[in-house]
């Protein structure tokens, strides 16, 4: 198996950043779209590619783990070195509590999780009156959504600082930072 390498990263690295980074940003935003202007169409949608990312994530924590984090492409200062370390660190948690706290909030309350019509959780209906929906353990549920909102907003600090420190890596030191990440060798 091919492993990162200081002048090239593996594709299954590259995917790997890609497919879970650009789904977390359409989460991200449509999260906050379907709660502020209560577009009920969208939550199905936003639990089932939440749920998926979950899986993509595992995956991608295992990889991570058996990898390493990758080395700096150049002679980063060290305020940059911890910095970028945090963010990266926030950034891969998030993507498993994400999920988790989604579906705690979720599934905890009662409301189940279908995947494109397959359903994973049951949606737990009232005997007493089938058209209700009982939480399964409501504090765990509130609890859930409470960590879904403030690491949500956590995130979109994290990625700010996280795309910023790549933009500059690429345009202002002419790095092979982004490079690295877009599948190119950076080889002298
Ligand atoms: C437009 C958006 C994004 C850009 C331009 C971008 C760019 C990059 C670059 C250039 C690196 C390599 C850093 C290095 O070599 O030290 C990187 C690594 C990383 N990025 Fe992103 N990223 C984006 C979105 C995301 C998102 C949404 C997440 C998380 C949910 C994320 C999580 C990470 C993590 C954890 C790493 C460390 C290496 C790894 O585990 O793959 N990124 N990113
Ligand atoms: C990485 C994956 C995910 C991201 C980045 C994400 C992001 C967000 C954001 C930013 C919001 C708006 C803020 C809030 O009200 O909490 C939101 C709302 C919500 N998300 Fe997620 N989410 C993800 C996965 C999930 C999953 C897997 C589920 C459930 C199975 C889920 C269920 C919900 C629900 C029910 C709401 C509305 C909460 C409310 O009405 O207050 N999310 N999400």
Do not use: C
Not at 16 to 36: D, Q, R, S
Not at 90 to 99: D, E, F, N, R, S
Not at 130 to 155: A, D, M, Q, R, W
């Amino acid at each position: 198996m091919q492993y990162d390498s200081h002048n090239k990263f593996a594709t299954t690295t590259v995917i790997l950043h890609w497919l879970v980074g650009l789904t977390i940003i359409g989460l991200l935003a449509t999260g906050i779209y379907m709660t502020e202007n209560n577009v009920y169409a969208l939550f199905s949608w936003h639990k089932a590619f939440g749920f998926l990312v979950l899986i993509v994530a595992i995956v991608r924590v295992i990889w991570r783990m058996k990898n390493g984090w990758p080395s700096a492409a150049a002679n980063y200062k060290p305020i940059e070195h911890k910095l970028a370390s945090i963010v990266h660190w926030v950034l891969i948690i998030a993507t498993l509590l994400m999920p988790i706290s989604g579906l705690m909030t979720s599934v905890l309350g009662g409301h189940g999780l279908s995947v494109f019509g397959l359903e994973v959780f049951a949606q737990n209906f009232s005997v007493e009156d089938p058209e209700k929906t009982l939480p399964i353990n409501y504090e765990l549920s509130k609890l859930g959504g409470t960590i879904h909102f403030y690491l949500g907003y956590t995130v979109i600090v994290a990625l700010l600082l996280h795309i910023a420190g790549a933009l500059k890596h690429h345009i202002v030191d002419k790095d092979g930072t982004l490079k690295r990440m877009l599948g190119k060798s950076i080889g002298e």
